[in-house]
């Protein structure tokens, strides 16, 4: 089952990502987009991020993973 945006590709270091709108009448559009700048699977992912309300300003995402006893902690850093 489809719960999120779906992507235009699948993610890769140095390349372009997108989540394309389920919005009746724009599905497919692209909605968010960037470029995957560093990628260490399954601990880290840094990208670059805009959308159009941005004028295409990129900030720039780093989410890691962290093992903890009983589970994974998230940490999302949005910078820029």
């Known amino acids: 089952a ?3 945006h779906q992507g235009e590709s699948d993610l890769k270091e140095g390349g ?3 989540l394309l ?6 599905e497919g559009e692209r909605m968010c987009w960037g470029r995957v700048l560093e990628m260490k699977s399954p601990e880290k992912l840094v ?6 309300y941005l004028n ?3 900030t720039v995402c780093t989410w890691t993973l ?4 009983g589970g994974t902690v998230l940490t999302l850093v949005h910078e820029g």
């Open 47 to 52: 990208h670059t991020f805009t959308h159009s």
């Open 21 to 26: 709108t389920n919005s009746l009448g724009k």
């Open 16 to 18: 372009d990502w997108a």
């Open 56 to 58: 295409e300003v990129e």
């Open 66 to 69: 962290e093992k903890v006893s």
């Open 2 to 4: 489809l719960w999120f």
